[in-house]
């Protein structure tokens, strides 16, 4: 697995391609896509980790972002073109902050109708810029934790830093035309940057020209060590993994579990089936 710092202005897509030059290979996916003004944490599978990313469990996001006050966009970010704006001067950091408080916890949220949600097989990014009218219907999200930072002046916009911890499927976009609507001045994200997702951060992370100098991966057994339960199988066992044999022990956990040889290489995920576990997914054989 790869952990990509992606820079501005380039696609999810766009990283990948980079990517397959720099491994050289063709097999290369990437999981939880960022839009291109978005900057930060992008997972890249190579080769066998492409079969693994379906499987991971990234529920949870981490973001850093910039909500501009006073004006709203047919995209509710910095792309999209202005749809008018409203002074904002006014709103006290109090009543930013305390709007701010409505969007935590379990919500209904309308996705930014740019996004890439599925309406009768098209995305309706693509139905938007199309010139169609788009109406998606409210999802249940979570936000467990917005905290808002720095509250700056320009003009008649006011920037508000913010931080958020969300479940996966979480629109940062739209929390920003939310809170401006709610304060009555509009609003949209004005930079985004994805700082974790699931357990990896930017810590993690390298930049396109780090990995040009070198590629550094992790190790497939490291990001299931990460995600997954795990249970060590001895020589035997790891031979009947390869043949996608079921086994006969209890693995202690429910769920998918990453079963490791004993140099704590990935050979497997296991789920727990009555007396017996059963392949999920081999990567090994």
């Known amino acids: ?3 990509v710092d992606k820079p501005a202005g380039m696609t999810s897509h766009d990283v990948v391609a980079r990517v397959r030059r720099l491994a050289g290979t063709r097999k290369v996916g990437h999981a939880g896509t960022l839009d291109p003004m978005a900057t930060g944490v992008l997972l890249v ?3 066998r980790a492409t079969r693994l990313l379906g499987h991971l469990m990234l529920t949870e996001k981490a973001y850093a972002g910039v909500v501009r006050l006073g004006e709203s966009t047919t995209t509710d970010d910095a792309e999209g ?3 008018g704006s409203t002074p904002s001067g006014h709103l006290t950091e109090s009543e930013i ?6 969007f935590v916890g379990d919500i209904e ?4 109708a740019v996004s890439a949600i599925k309406i009768d097989g098209q995305r309706a990014y693509k139905r938007v810029r199309a010139g169609e009218s788009v109406d998606l219907p409210a999802r249940p999200v979570t936000v467990h934790d917005l905290s808002v930072g720095a ?6 916009f006011t920037d508000v830093e913010i931080s958020v911890r969300c479940s996966s499927g979480t629109y940062i976009r739209a929390i920003a035309r939310d809170l401006g609507f709610l304060l009555g001045v509009g609003g949209h994200l004005r930079m985004l940057r994805r700082t974790a997702v699931g357990p990896f951060d930017l810590a993690d992370a390298r930049s396109l020209d780090q990995l040009a100098e070198e590629l550094v991966v992790l190790p497939m057994g490291e990001v299931a060590q990460r995600c997954f339960p795990t249970w ?3 020589v035997d066992q790891a031979r009947e993994i390869g043949y996608g044999r ?3 022990v209890d693995l202690g956990a429910s769920g998918p579990v990453a079963v490791l040889d004993e140099q704590r290489d990935l050979l497997a995920l296991y789920e727990q089936a009555g007396p017996v576990a059963a392949p999920v997914a081999v990567f090994t054989g």
């Open 81 to 83: 073109e202005s749809l």
């Open 151 to 156: 509250v700056r002046r320009d003009g008649d």
């Open 232 to 234: 060590t199988a001895d």
């Open 246 to 248: 079921k086994l006969s």
């Open 1 to 3: 697995m790869v952990v």
């Open 97 to 102: 902050r305390t709007a701010a408080t409505r």
């Open 109 to 112: 949220q309308v996705p930014s």
């Open 45 to 47: 599978g190579v080769n």
